[in-house]
Nanobody, 125 residues
Framework: QVQLVESGGGMVQAGGSLRLSCATS????????MGWFRQAPGKEREFVAA????????TYTDAVKGRFTISKDNAKNTVYLQMNSLKAEDTAVYYC??????????????????WGQGTQVTVSS
């Protein structure tokens, strides 16, 4: 049974940093591409960042380029999203997602097979 559990969310002031973690179980993370998405109240779920299964290729939405970094630690079965220089518009519930054999990072939620329950990030201005 595949499980993804996000943690690390919270409340932070604008300009601050948070690191989100996505602990995985029931899958071999080294063979999975991973993504982070977010959903703000009243808005559609949107793509944030993704990494291919090799860990060598990443992609980001323009709004977070240069501020967020996605990485995966296969030994710890965990994926991270380091978020720096946070802005009020980054406030949302953040979700991690997994897809087996995904070499090229995917930006569409329909590409992913497994999802976590989400973690709230609130940035105060």
């Amino acid at each position: 049974q595949v499980q993804l559990v996000e943690s690390g969310g919270g409340m932070v002031q604008a300009g601050g940093s948070l690191r989100l973690s996505c602990a995985t179980s029931g899958l071999a993370l080294m063979y999975y591409g991973m993504g982070w998405f977010r959903q703000a109240p009243g808005k559609e779920r949107e793509f944030v960042a993704a990494v291919g299964w090799t860990g060598d290729t990443t992609t980001y939405t323009d709004a977070v380029k240069g501020r967020f970094t996605i990485s995966k630690d296969n030994a710890k079965n965990t994926v991270y999203l380091q978020m720096n220089s946070l802005k009020a518009e980054d406030t949302a519930v953040y979700y991690c997602a997994a897809k087996g054999g995904l070499l090229v990072p995917a930006t569409s939620p329909v590409e992913y097979d497994y999802w976590g329950q989400g973690t709230q990030v609130t940035v105060s201005s």
